[in-house]
């Protein structure tokens, strides 16, 4: 076998284990690449009561949900009992709508707007938000955290509150 031959015999596999490398490098950098981009969801509140809402984040958002959250549950999250908090209004985007959170537009306290469906109440308008309660607003999300604001009406205007830490 002359020196070419070898050489050949011996340049295949590390070819194609420089080829294999570089294939498992590149798919790492672009799997763990993909979560750089993730952006939880971020709620505000425009100040006005009713208050209207707007959502960021890249998460595919499942529902929207507004609560009260009495006295005694005014705690901390990990701490808080969500089965004591009052669902007030509560909508979720129809089948075949875009549920990607930036995506969702403004959405104003009782009204549902175009592609949502009212869950809560099954019927009727959602109660009036009461000056002096302490509100909760956001919902869950895939593909990136769901997030949320806890909110009072003060003064006949929407104001946030500071979450317990």
Same mark, same amino acid.
């Given at each position: 076998m002359d020196d070419n031959a070898q050489l050949k015999v011996w340049n295949q596999p590390e070819s194609f284990l420089i080829t294999s490398?570089?294939?498992l490098l590149l798919l790492f950098v672009l799997l763990t690449g993909s979560c750089i981009y993730e952006e939880n969801t971020k709620v505000s509140i425009d100040g006005k009561n009713p208050p209207t809402f707007k959502l960021t984040g890249s998460g595919h958002q499942m529902f929207f949900l507004v609560s009260e959250i009495p006295s005694?549950?005014?705690?901390?999250?990990?701490q808080q009992n969500p089965t004591r908090n009052i669902e007030l209004w509560e909508i979720v985007p129809d089948k075949d709508t875009r549920d990607i959170t930036r995506n969702w537009p403004p959405?104003? /306290? @009782?009204?549902?707007?175009?592609?949502?469906?009212?869950?809560?109440?099954?019927?009727?308008?959602?109660?009036k938000?009461?000056?002096g309660k302490? /509100? @909760?607003?956001g919902g869950l999300a895939y593909g990136a955290n769901g997030g949320g604001i806890w909110f009072t009406i003060k003064n006949g205007e929407s104001v946030l509150v500071p979450e317990p830490q």
């Open positions: 490398c570089t294939v005694e549950n005014q705690v901390p999250n990990a959405i104003t /306290y @009782g009204k549902v707007p175009p592609d949502f469906h009212q869950k809560t109440p099954s019927q009727g308008d959602a109660p938000l009461i000056e302490v /509100y @909760g607003a």
